[in-house]
């Protein structure tokens, strides 16, 4: 897996990590990880608490110590430089903004301690307040300012640093899901404005749909794809990130690889489904245990149904979320959800028929847990 | 091509420097004056040091006149008596004020003020105050005699036989206020639902206190012993005030035993044969509280 | 059978809910105030309060008499004739051997250590705080372990070994020596304190300085030290009366002309010589006592915070 010989095509990547391992004592908490992040790219880190994603933002910027590997930016071997000469802004979850200092005050903090010109300081903070409409906050303490307020002086704190690479640690976590969805645009439009490089670390799957370029799903410390939205959630490499990804989550089911009719199918619990439309990897082999999973709004209900393959299903429980309505159906022997138009509603106990849309379903090994 | 050339790792004794630097004091102190002072003090009591110290080595020879000295024998009884009774009554007066404290009453503030002053005093000015309120002419016996009873005996500075509790009453009028915070802050951290549950349950208070909130507070009582405890053998201030270990020697303490064959007997190698004696009293109390604490917590 | 029974009590229940409707509440109302356990509670910490209270009262009432009425009188008994005499004499005029400047200058010698000390002890222990929070390396809490067990060790047993530092620096027995003492011995504590209250600010804020670019000192003197001015008050409360309050130390490293002013009061209250005049001794107790009182009263809730957090180890 340790690839790529240096060659050329390093010069587009504005960061690069190479072989990263760190471990506190006998944890380890990043295993030999590799990433290559494109100049102007929006990459997001995406995995539940404690799968590394953080601890690889803290490496890159310098305040963490691996304890193996290489990580350079604009490529230059920063592995050891401090994390002021590696060119970076970071915005942090809490916002971190010094509570004695005003907000111009929080901007100037790092261009003094680097011992700029007031002038200078004075033209970046005019530019960054400009960008981030905060120009009347700036004499106020971060105490006097709302969430949003407060996460917009973060951001300027990294924008008057002028750097290349931005990097995001949970910076909306803090925020109602109002502001949220709201930053979330200022976020990105922020991207299309400077075209910087960003690394944002969320544990949010649809801020990572949202705003990424490329999305890295991490566990346990090892980077499960990278790929960009639109393939992460269609194409899942593997259960986990199948899983991960959408809301409500994949339906799975258990079944193995039978041969009928001349044609591979598959089986579970005495019932079978045709695999016809499922672009694979390898040739389908009868007998292998495996995972099919299906999208809630891949799956298509009586009405919707033309011709294809359909089977029996009763009715569980209904939930009904406005624009759409989730119904939990009971099908060989599995409790499936299926996401319907909000209009239709189904008694529960009712019978109704059910087509899975093969061409947009996954197929994993059972053992593996890989993509077939 | 530069960059594919691995960066060394810098060296790590620079790494962090300022930091290093600034624990410079920290380090010189943890290793230099509390261990290396301490072994320096244990191998020095196996000396005949007299004036100066002097690496003479006799063996065990200052232990065997130590426990063979009348004084000392004295000192450490006294020592264990006051130990035993202060731990036992700052615990269960310290316990019961606070109980009395967390009954949403008035005046919480003032109470506790009052309480809580004498641990702003010095032992000096505690052993003063007492040595004055418990003086057999004017202080507590003089005042019921003067009543009428006139065979009233209670003579703590003077009386040989009781004068270590004199220092007792001064030492808990001076600590139990420290006690009682420490239980009203554990008492405070105990789920206000627990009470509701017994309520509705409806077990008495007094049952509620000892089978519920007691084992509950377990880590408030351990920390609040260790703190007497190891208050407990660092004994001095108060004697030196109160008494100066009279009469004769009757409320010597092992603090003072050091202190004395130390700076004022010339006789080193006693002194610190009795100053390791105390060391290991403290690891008696203090090791298997640790293990409790820490060795118990990595397993758990 | 089940059946009717079941019934019954039903029908019972909802004949005793009809009765209960009616008849109001059950049980007496309690009564808010004045109750035998009110009366008991009260009774008791009141006790509790006038123990505690005594001492201050018998100090204030005796230095405020005069010999002869001490003499006559009892020591609880308020003075017939109020006289300041004994302040004067305690603050001005009692005898240490052969000095009879009174206590002023114990007083001044106490100032003269506290202030430094308590200085440099807070401020060596807090940058030590702030690196073992913020800036660990390998081996600073293995350092830091070793100091807070030797906050158990007694003093006695490693104050010889630092009277030959302290000789071998040329120090002993002067005000540095006392310093270097006071802050030895402040430092397991303070320590503590300080290194828990800055782990206790959110970590970000200190990367975040980091990215500015900001070092060592800088995020301690512009950034930790204006946020954390409330530790440095319960610290100084701390030392102040810890420092104030200390004999042993005043003892065995000072000499008899730089004593502090326990180390003078304990001399004149029991010293042999002389006609014991109580009034003058209580008059000198109360002063010794009054600047760590002061700072008691005065700071409130911070000084229970302090005491609980140097009392809390661990």
């Excluded at chain 3, 005049?277 to 809730?301: D, H, Q, W």
Aim: hydrophobic share 50%; charged share 15%; proline share 4%.
């Amino acid at each position: 897996m340790n690839v790529v010989p240096i060659n050329t095509t390093r010069a587009s990547h504005s960061v690069s990590v190479r072989d990263l391992t760190l471990s506190f004592g006998s944890l380890t908490v990043l295993g030999n990880l590799n990433l290559d992040i494109h100049d102007g790219e929006f990459l997001v880190l995406l995995g539940s608490s404690g799968c590394g994603k953080s601890t690889l933002l803290n490496c890159i910027a310098g305040l963490l110590e691996p304890t193996e590997g290489q990580i350079f930016i604009k490529d230059k071997n920063v592995t050891w430089e401090e994390p002021k000469d590696r060119g970076i802004g970071m915005v942090f979850q809490s916002y971190a903004l010094y509570p004695q200092m005003t907000v111009e005050g929080n901007l100037s903090f790092g261009l003094k301690v680097a011992g700029m010109a007031k002038e200078e300081i004075a033209k970046r903070i005019a530019r960054a307040a400009e960008i981030l409409q905060i120009e009347p906050l700036l004499q106020r303490k971060p105490a006097a300012l709302s969430g949003g307020q407060r996460q917009r002086v973060a951001i300027g704190r990294a924008l008057v640093r002028d750097v290349d690479v931005f990097l995001f640690d949970e910076p909306l976590s803090n925020l109602d899901a109002k502001l949220r969805s709201e930053l979330r645009v200022e976020i990105k439009r922020l991207h299309q404005q400077l075209k910087n490089t960003m690394i944002y670390v969320t544990h949010d799957q649809i801020e990572a749909l949202t705003l990424a370029d490329r999305i890295a799903i991490m566990k346990s410390g090892v980077i499960q794809q990278l790929a960009d939205p639109i393939t992460i959630y269609n194409r899942p490499n593997n259960l986990f990130v199948a899983g991960f990804i959408g809301s409500p989550s994949m339906n799975f089911l258990r079944g193995e690889l039978v041969e009928e009719g001349g044609r591979t199918v598959f089986r579970t619990n005495n019932v079978s489904f045709s695999l016809e439309g499922y672009e694979t990897s390898e040739p389908l082999i009868a007998g292998r245990k495996v995972v099919l999973g299906v999208r809630p709004e891949h799956i298509k209900v009586d009405g919707d149904l033309a011709g294809e393959e359909a089977h029996e299903a009763v009715v569980d429980i209904e939930e009904p979320m406005g624009a759409d309505n989730l119904i939990w159906l009971k099908l060989a022997g599995h409790t499936i959800s299926v996401r319907v138009g909000g209009a239709r509603r189904y008694a529960i106990g009712a019978q109704v028929r059910l087509g899975f849309d093969m061409t947009m379903a996954s197929l994993f090994d059972a053992g593996t847990e890989e993509r077939i | 091509m530069a960059q594919s050339t691995p960066s060394a790792r810098p060296n790590q004794l620079f790494r962090n420097l300022n930091s290093k630097i600034a624990s410079i004091p920290m380090i010189f102190v943890a290793l230099v004056i509390f261990l290396g002072g301490s072994i320096w003090t244990i191998v020095y009591s196996f000396t005949n040091s007299r004036l100066l110290p002097r690496a003479n080595f006799v063996g065990f020879d200052q232990y065997e006149r130590l426990w063979a000295s009348s004084r000392w024998i004295i000192s450490i009884q006294n020592l264990a008596i006051y130990g035993i009774l202060s731990l036992i009554f700052s615990l269960v007066v310290g316990f019961v004020l606070a109980a009395l404290m967390d009954q949403k009453i008035r005046f919480e503030n003032v109470f506790r003020t009052i309480f809580l002053y004498p641990f702003a005093l010095s032992f000096i000015v505690t052993g003063l105050v007492w040595q004055w309120i418990l003086n057999p002419d004017f202080g507590i016996q003089g005042i019921v005699r003067s009543l009428g009873w006139e065979t009233f005996e209670f003579n703590p500075i003077y009386d040989a036989d009781i004068v270590i509790y004199g220092i007792l009453i001064a030492g808990l009028w001076q600590g139990t206020g420290l006690v009682m915070c420490l239980m009203l802050a554990g008492l405070r951290g105990i789920d206000e639902d627990i009470w509701k549950a017994a309520r509705v349950d409806g077990i008495p208070m007094w049952r509620t206190y000892i089978f519920i909130v007691i084992p509950m507070m377990r880590p408030v009582f351990i920390t609040t012993l260790v703190i007497i405890g190891a208050g407990i053998v660092k004994l001095y201030d108060l004697v030196v005030a109160q008494t100066s270990g009279g009469p004769g020697n009757a409320s010597e303490v092992p603090a003072k035993y050091v202190y004395d064959y130390m700076f004022q007997a010339q006789n080193l190698g006693q002194g610190f044969a009795a100053s390791t004696m105390m060391l290991v009293t403290v690891a008696i109390i203090i090791i298997p509280w640790a293990y409790l604490e820490f060795g118990g917590r990595k397993r758990g | 059978m089940a059946d009717v029974s079941t019934l019954n009590t039903a029908a019972i229940g909802n004949d005793a809910a009809r009765n209960r409707l009616s008849a109001g509440p059950r049980g007496k109302k309690p009564k808010k105030t004045l109750s035998r356990r009110n009366i008991m509670l009260y009774g008791i910490l009141g006790l509790a309060a006038l123990y505690y209270l005594l001492p201050l009262y018998v100090m204030v009432v005796t230095s405020l008499k005069g010999m002869p009425e001490i003499r006559l009188g009892n020591i609880f008994s308020p003075p017939v004739e109020i006289t300041f005499e004994p302040w004067v004499k305690a603050w001005a005029q009692a005898c240490t051997g052969l000095n009879c400047d009174g206590l002023s200058r114990g007083f001044w010698n106490s100032v003269q250590i506290m202030v430094p000390s308590v200085i440099v002890s807070i401020f060596v222990a807090s940058v030590s705080g702030y690196s073992l929070a913020n800036w660990r390396f390998k081996g600073s809490e293995l350092f830091f372990s070793i100091l807070i067990i030797g906050a158990f060790i007694p003093y006695q047993v490693m104050i010889y070994p630092i009277v030959i530092i302290l000789r071998e620096m040329g120090v002993y027995g002067t005000l540095t020596g006392l310093i270097i003492v006071h802050t030895i011995f402040g430092m397991p504590i303070l320590t503590l304190l300080f290194r828990n209250y800055f782990a206790s600010l959110p970590e970000e804020l200190f990367k975040a300085a980091r990215i500015d670019g900001a070092g060592f000192w800088q995020i301690y003197g512009r950034i930790m030290l204006p946020m954390s001015l409330p530790i440095f008050v319960v610290a100084m409360i701390l030392q102040v009366t810890g420092i104030w309050n200390d004999f042993l130390f005043g003892v065995v490293f000072t000499r008899p002309d730089t004593y502090p002013m326990t180390v003078q009061l304990n001399n004149i209250v029991n010293s042999v010589q002389g006609v014991k005049e109580y009034n003058v001794n209580m008059a000198a107790t109360l002063l010794t006592g009054a600047v760590p009182l002061i700072v008691y009263f005065v700071s409130g809730r911070l000084f229970v915070r302090g005491i609980a957090a140097g009392a809390v180890k661990g």
